[in-house]
């Protein structure tokens, strides 16, 4: 699906498997079913330990070998889960005959690491019965200061190379993954309202689950997202991590009918065009 000027691609059901790829800025967010298409992602971030969220990860290890990337993938994750992953990918090594490396990049809530040149990212603390981690992407963007607007282009350019200091930067939250969380997370992690793009579990939706089922493992439900619906002022809210309760061609209906339309309108459920979740 497009969601603003970014491409997202993969799969997401509660419980089951949760993958998501977006090539621009050429990441993966967790590694639930390893899909061919999202192998060759060279940076990982992944939200926690659970398996339907980390298990395929030495699967997409294996997929990348047969598309010659030898370069072992960055891989972000809590800090405290970096240990038993690395040693459960050792052991799995010794299966598989074969490599299957990472580097592995522990992070803590709070905690800011570079990307590449242009993009950052941020870890935000989130609320599971696991150790896990929310991750804002941002972009630092140059522009021309406001006092230099009316130059022409080569005087631009000579000032520049006389050494002027002609350029602003701004820090643009582009993009947030945040699942398998309390919703308190937004509450105490505000800058999640604000990216151009959001991507979020949404795992239960009416009254087939009680927002107090809901909390007792840890997940969100609609109603918490409503009673908020004012404090988001994301341009797109990707809307994921359904429960198995419902079919993929009634989420939307259901959203059409208990989401205000100011929020409604911003929100696109990550589901497949079908009556049946994949596998």
């Given at each position: 699906m497009t969601a603003g000027p970014y491409t997202l691609r993969g799969v997401s059901l509660g419980g089951v498997y949760t993958s998501l790829a977006c090539p621009e800025l050429g990441i993966l967010f967790d590694a639930g079913m390893p899909l061919r298409s999202l192998a060759t992602m060279d940076t990982i971030l992944l939200s926690h330990g659970h398996v339907d969220h980390v298990g395929s990860l030495p699967a997409l290890l294996g997929i990348r070998?047969?598309?010659?990337?030898?370069?072992?993938?960055?891989?972000?994750?809590?800090?405290?889960?970096?240990?038993?992953?690395?040693?459960?990918?050792?052991?799995?090594?010794?299966?598989?005959?074969?490599p299957l490396e990472i580097e592995a990049i522990g992070m803590t809530a709070g905690e800011e690491r570079e990307l590449r040149g242009d993009l950052r990212i941020k870890a935000v603390q989130t609320f599971h019965p696991v150790p896990s981690l929310a991750y804002v992407i941002t972009r630092r963007v140059s522009k021309l200061k406001p006092e230099f607007h009316g130059l022409a282009g080569p005087e631009i350019a000579a000032r520049r190379r006389a050494g002027e200091q002609m350029l602003e930067h701004e820090e643009r939250a582009e993009l947030a993954y945040v699942t398998d969380t309390l919703i308190s997370a937004f509450d105490h992690g505000p800058e999640l309202f604000a990216p151009r793009v959001l991507i979020m579990e949404c795992t239960f939706l009416d009254a087939r689950k009680s927002r107090e089922a809901a909390r007792a493992g840890c997940h969100i439900h609609l109603d918490e997202v409503i009673e908020r619906a004012d404090k988001f002022t994301n341009e797109t809210i990707v809307m994921m991590h359904f429960s198995q309760l419902y079919r993929p061609d009634e989420v939307a209906k259901i959203l059409d009918a208990r989401v205000p339309p100011d929020l409604r309108r911003r929100i696109i459920p990550f589901v497949p065009d079908t009556t049946q979740w994949p596998g």
């Open positions: 070998a047969l598309h010659g990337k030898t370069r072992p993938p960055r891989v972000f994750m809590p800090a405290e889960i970096v240990d038993d992953l690395t040693t459960a990918l050792r052991s799995l090594t010794k299966l598989q005959h074969w």
